[in-house]
């Protein structure tokens, strides 16, 4: 079982989010933090609100 690493973010993805979180995910794993791990980012509406449109990014390693 790999550990499930949960980001929320308040605020819209941004282009360069998956190529920032995949080189957090090569650090980890890199370094020997982590041999392997899923992760999900999840973005929130300006009211807070879980922006559920097919924005979030869901990665593993």
């Known amino acids: 079982m790999s550990p499930?690493?949960?980001l929320t973010l308040h605020r819209e993805m941004k282009?360069?989010?998956e190529?920032?979180?995949r080189t957090?995910?090569?650090a980890l794993q890199y370094n020997g933090i982590l041999k392997r791990a899923e992760i999900r980012v999840d973005y929130t509406a300006k009211?807070?609100?879980l922006l559920d449109d097919?924005?979030?990014?869901?990665?593993?390693?």
């Open 4 to 6: 499930t690493i949960l």
């Open 15 to 17: 282009a360069d989010d």
């Open 19 to 21: 190529e920032r979180v």
């Open 24 to 26: 957090w995910m090569f």
């Open 47 to 49: 009211n807070g609100e």
């Open 54 to 61: 097919g924005t979030g990014l869901d990665l593993s390693f």
